[in-house]
């Protein structure tokens, strides 16, 4: 995996995504975590922590953040990162196909990893009915 990729997340969410990402794709690329937020951490502690995982998870090719609801701790921690490195890109709106998305192409360009993330997102959500309105 060349694009680094970490997940700021409410707790369990991040965790469970990753071990049904796993289970899907037979196994989990190096430079992924998921990094849970418990909402009585101070702010400080949790964005330093943060700090210390993107140092860890960029091996020079920049680091894709996904975060589960924007306006929210997590996804707040994340875009303050932003002012932190010019390689860093932050998605707020997680579901398993952007996940998986950004997995399967984590060999990209960072720009192309976080577009194919959002296509994921974007294409995984479907009004399922009975009959197949396609048709």
Known sequence: MSVGLLMITHQPFGADLL????EILGGLPQGVEA???VNDV??????AEALKRLERLD???????????YGS???NIAV???????RLRVIAGLNLPMLLRALTYASLALDAVAEK???GG???VLLCSQRDDRA
């Open 42 to 47: 101070p702010c400080e502690v949790l964005t």
């Open 117 to 119: 993330a959002l296509q």
């Open 19 to 22: 071990r049904v990402a796993t």
């Open 73 to 75: 701790t997590p996804a």
């Open 122 to 124: 974007r294409d995984g």
């Open 80 to 86: 303050a990162l932003l002012t932190t490195r010019d």
């Open 35 to 37: 990094m849970e937020v």
């Open 59 to 69: 091996a020079g090719d920049g680091v894709l953040i996904l975060t589960d609801i």
